[in-house]
């Protein structure tokens, strides 16, 4: 596996975060060519690409999946790994919270500074 290296060679240097490390492994050819996911194993990976790219995982979470899936090869023990550590109830919670946050209107207050 080619990434593999990279991936390696950024845990040397320091300079990544986890969620990157994680993203490189799920790009790696050998995962997303695979044949054996489900329609819905697919659906939940580009969540989490999503959650990788918009940098809404969890540091915790991710160190700990890395940790599982740094030195693994086989792409099912990649994906039990990564939905053991983050189940699809977390997408409904960050959807559900981001959807009500969108939704309450803001409420700006000038000072009587502002206005003279």
């Known amino acids: ?10 845990t040397k240097k320091g300079g990544r975060d ?18 054996g996911f489900t329609d819905t194993d697919d659906e939940y990976l580009a969540k989490v690409r999503d959650m990788l790219d918009e ?6 979470v991710a ?5 599982e ?10 994906l039990a790994a990564i939905k053991r550590n983050l189940p699809e109830q977390f997408f409904n919670q ?8 969108m ?7 000038l000072s009587e500074y502002l206005i003279k």
Not at 1 to 10: F, G, R
Not at 69 to 78: A, G
Not at 94 to 99: G, H, I, L, M, Q
């Open 18 to 35: 986890n969620a990157t490390r994680i993203r490189k492994i799920l790009d790696a050819k050998e995962i997303k060519r695979y044949n």
């Open 63 to 67: 160190k700990r999946i890395f940790t």
């Open 69 to 78: 899936i740094k030195d693994e090869t086989n792409p099912m023990k990649i």
């Open 103 to 109: 939704s309450i209107p803001k409420e700006v207050i």
């Open 1 to 10: 596996m080619a990434e593999k290296e990279e991936v390696e060679e950024s």
């Open 94 to 101: 960050t959807a559900s919270a981001k959807d009500v946050s």
């Open 55 to 60: 940098g809404a995982m969890p540091k915790t």
